[in-house]
């Protein structure tokens, strides 16, 4: 599909591209997501903020806050359970002049689901009503990430999907499956694509994306407008050009580490950027054969200089 064509619209914002990259915690930070964007990532979504963290303003806010232009169109992704509270922190956030605002409904986490925010909000649909409510005057478009339901006894996904769009909400983001069943067995995409028939605003579709044929696979399955995509892009933003990874050239993958890894650095610091970047060099390196000494020298290292001359190393091997 061309990045450059106009696909969809939130609201007035319109939206160039129908691949997404999915908001993910402690992986979508604002490095990686300049890095989707450039490889062609429609849009970006922030890592969820606690609307609590915002109010009481968390010493942690201004890294989870912070975006560049090259961002954008930007959504800033709320997560709580009380809907005065959301609201202040939408009122917070509207300051920082997102496109966007995004409720997640979707946050299986215990801590997080079982004190009634993210998927718990599932069991409350009267009080999701109430955050649209009273988000509808904010002045920018408010969007959704929810699941199915709770468990399988309550997959009441075209209810809340009715309720969000009847109470002002602009998109709807689906992955397909339960609070239950977390990340295990399979996404239902017939409830996706149900979604996508039962309201007219646009219907995103996510859940087991997890490369170029699934892609394509879930817009032909669902009708869906676009495609979200989250634990397949972990280390692989080429999947955002829609070229295989398996294609890239060892050297480019590197490379692309390299710009990463720097941006990490210039935006955590030395020591904080090296520590985050671990999780993503060990998923860029999958396609590799890498010692396992070596891996775990790298995925201990804790100084720049030593751990590009290991990666250096783990491609020397490669070519």
């Known amino acids: 599909m061309d990045p450059d064509k106009t696909c969809f619209h939130i609201g007035p914002v319109p939206i160039q591209g129908d691949l997404i990259l999915a908001p993910m915690d402690g992986i979508t930070d604002s490095p990686y997501r300049r890095l989707t964007r450039r490889f062609g990532s429609a849009m970006s979504y922030t890592e969820f903020i606690n609307a609590v963290d915002i109010i009481h303003k968390s010493p942690l806010l201004e890294s989870r806050l912070k975006f560049t232009e090259e961002e954008r169109p930007l959504a800033i992704q709320l997560l709580d359970n009380d809907p005065e509270?959301?609201?202040?922190?939408?009122?917070?956030?509207?300051?920082?002049?997102?496109?966007?605002?995004?409720?997640?409904?979707?946050?299986?986490?215990?801590?997080?689901?079982?004190?009634?925010?993210?998927?718990?909000?599932?069991?409350?649909?009267?009080?999701i009503a109430q955050i649209f409510t009273k988000l509808s005057t904010i002045g920018m478009p408010v969007t959704a990430k929810i699941r199915l339901g709770w468990d399988e006894t309550t997959r009441n996904y075209l209810e809340i999907a009715r309720?969000?769009?009847?109470?002002?909400?602009?998109?709807?983001?689906?992955?397909?499956?339960?609070?239950?069943?977390?990340?295990?067995?399979?996404?239902?995409?017939?409830?996706?694509?149900?979604?996508?028939?039962?309201v007219k605003i646009p219907v995103i579709g996510n859940g087991d994306v997890r490369n170029l044929?699934?892609?394509?696979?879930?817009?032909?399955?669902?009708?869906?407008?676009?495609?979200?995509?989250?634990?397949?892009?972990?280390?692989?933003?080429?999947?955002?050009?829609?070229?295989?990874?398996?294609?890239?050239?060892p050297q480019q993958i590197m490379d692309t580490m390299i710009i990463h890894l720097n941006w990490m650095v210039e935006?955590?610091?030395?020591?904080?950027?090296?520590?985050?970047?671990?999780?993503?060099?060990?998923?860029?390196?999958?396609?590799?054969?890498?010692?396992?000494?070596?891996?775990?020298?790298?995925?201990?290292?804790?100084d720049k200089a030593t751990f590009v001359q290991i990666l250096t190393r783990i491609l020397l091997v490669n070519y």
Request: with cysteine; net charge positive.
């Open 213 to 249: 044929e699934d892609i394509e696979r879930m817009r032909e399955y669902t009708k869906c407008d676009g495609v979200m995509i989250a634990r397949g892009a972990i280390g692989n933003p080429w999947i955002f050009s829609g070229i295989d990874k398996s294609s890239i050239p």
């Open 85 to 127: 509270r959301i609201e202040k922190a939408a009122l917070y956030v509207k300051q920082l002049q997102p496109e966007i605002l995004d409720i997640n409904f979707g946050c299986c986490a215990r801590s997080v689901a079982n004190r009634g925010a993210g998927a718990g909000l599932l069991r409350e649909p009267q009080k």
């Open 267 to 302: 935006f955590y610091g030395a020591a904080h950027g090296l520590i985050r970047f671990r999780k993503h060099a060990n998923a860029y390196l999958q396609s590799f054969t890498v010692l396992p000494e070596l891996r775990n020298e790298l995925l201990t290292c804790s």
């Open 163 to 198: 309720i969000i769009e009847e109470n002002g909400g602009k998109l709807i983001a689906v992955h397909g499956r339960t609070r239950q069943q977390t990340y295990t067995g399979q996404a239902d995409w017939d409830a996706i694509a149900r979604i996508k028939q039962a």
